[in-house]
């Protein structure tokens, strides 16, 4: 695997992020510190694995340390992972989340209405 490989891999995981996640900046790691908290914990670890290998590979001296294996490994945990997320999905789930919590507080608040006509007799 070449420099040019792992600086591929971490420009198509960028990518993925921006077009999946909504997450904006020019490469891996800003786009990580941006959208970490919307990642699991080990998708997360892999990303800013990849982000690192991906600043190493762009020094030659430095290329020498990386471990190959967890570079593809860590790219195949975030492909995975992203690839799984549709693009509309948060929009959808932050509308459902929304019509849930008023349709809860439409029910409770006929609850009450009905428990003090029935407290008042009249009904």
Do not use: H, W
């Amino acid at each position: 695997m070449s420099a040019v490989t792992i600086l591929q891999m971490a420009e198509r995981v960028a990518d993925m992020m921006e077009e999946r996640l909504g997450v904006s900046g020019k490469d891996l790691a800003t786009k990580l510190k941006r959208g970490k908290r919307r990642l699991p914990r080990k998708v997360a670890a892999a990303a800013q694995e990849l982000a690192d290998s991906a600043d190493r590979a762009k020094n030659p001296k430095l290329f020498v340390q990386i471990d190959q294996a967890r570079v593809a490994d860590a790219y195949d945990i975030c492909v995975r992972y992203l690839a799984t997320i549709k693009t509309g999905g948060r929009l959808r789930g932050l509308l459902i989340n929304a019509a849930a919590t008023v349709l809860l507080g439409m029910l409770i608040l006929g609850a009450v209405v009905v428990a003090l006509q029935r407290m008042r007799g009249q009904g």
